[in-house]
């Protein structure tokens, strides 16, 4: 059955110690994403896929940030974002979302969760993290994009996000990471007590991301009811792609994140994706932007 996608955009960048994040979604539509849109939905392609437009920050999630309280801000936007996500696949869409930073993802996979729990009673999502960065992280004081499967997982904000069911949505046992390189000690702690499935540069070299992703999707097939990606730009080698908040060199090569993507996205478990942290104001030579539009397009339209 042929996939209907939607580009949402998720312009929230509040919750990184740099907000150029924000801007990401449509710096990209107008600098070459809605021309690939075309191509791949024009007679020939016949690709289905629709741009929704942004879920947008609107004046009281900017007043809580200005008051400080950011974490309220991102509360109050993932609920938003959660409702337009759940909504997409109501419409029967796969949901392709653009951020932001990556704290966006607590209403993205929420949203799946939750689509997954009312139409099949119980919620089993599989997760696929591929980032520098575990983001697991439960300390006070670092930024809340660092959190964002903490809170997923309800180890962190718990009195905060319960009630808007943001959180507690994944199971340890579900989480694969990809290209981790940068892990702080109590995350390393946390994947060693939890025995998280973890990647690392290092099995990818040995191994080739094409056994990896193979390795990974196969198991979340036999374990899971649907799969979700979520894609940190900043993944990528840091050397080379320097348009994010926070590059970290040694990562992805291009081919091996389109890799990633192609092969997640063929999956009949695949239930959508994030793609988040692009900063167009620190791509000073413009390839970062032509990496993410090449991995959305391979998400909703392109096939190796």
Not at 123 to 130: A, P, Y
Not at 139 to 167: C, P, R, W
Not at 213 to 218: G, L, R
Request: overall charge negative; hydrophobic content about 35%.
């Amino acid at each position: 059955m042929k996939r209907a996608y939607e580009i949402i955009g998720a312009p929230f960048g509040f919750a990184a110690n740099k907000s150029g994040s924000r801007t990401a979604p449509d710096y990209l539509r107008e600098n070459g994403l809605n021309i690939k849109i075309r191509q791949r939905t024009n007679e020939f392609w016949g690709s289905d896929i629709e741009d929704f437009g942004n879920v947008e920050v609107d004046s009281q999630i900017n007043e809580l940030y200005k008051s400080e309280k950011t974490l309220e801000a991102v509360k109050l936007y993932c609920e938003k974002l959660n409702d337009c996500v759940y909504n997409s696949y109501v419409r029967g869409k796969t949901p392709i979302i653009v951020g932001g930073d990556h704290s966006i993802s607590v209403g993205t996979v929420s949203a799946a969760s939750r689509y997954l729990k009312e139409t099949n009673s119980k919620s089993n999502l599989g997760l696929i993290w591929v980032d520098a960065h575990a983001d697991l992280n439960n300390l006070e004081n670092v930024n809340i994009h660092g959190k964002s499967v903490a809170i997923s997982l309800g180890y962190v904000y718990q009195d905060m996000f319960e009630l808007s069911n943001l959180t507690g949505v994944i199971d340890t046992k579900n989480i694969m990471y990809i290209g981790i390189r940068d892990l702080m000690p109590n995350e390393y702690v946390t994947i060693q007590n939890e025995n998280i499935s973890l990647y690392g540069m290092d099995k990818i070299d040995k191994s080739g991301i094409g056994e990896v992703i193979k390795e990974i999707v196969s198991k979340l097939e036999e374990t899971t009811d649907g799969i979700f990606l979520s894609f940190d730009i900043d993944v990528c080698d840091g050397g080379v792609y320097r348009g994010c908040a926070t590059p970290e060199v040694g990562g992805l090569t291009a081919r091996e994140a389109i890799q990633i993507i192609d092969y997640v996205s063929q999956s009949k478990k695949f239930m959508g994706a994030d793609i988040v942290e692009y900063s167009p104001e620190d791509d000073t030579n413009g390839n970062t932007n032509q990496l993410v539009i090449k991995l959305i397009d391979t998400l909703v339209g392109y096939r190796m």
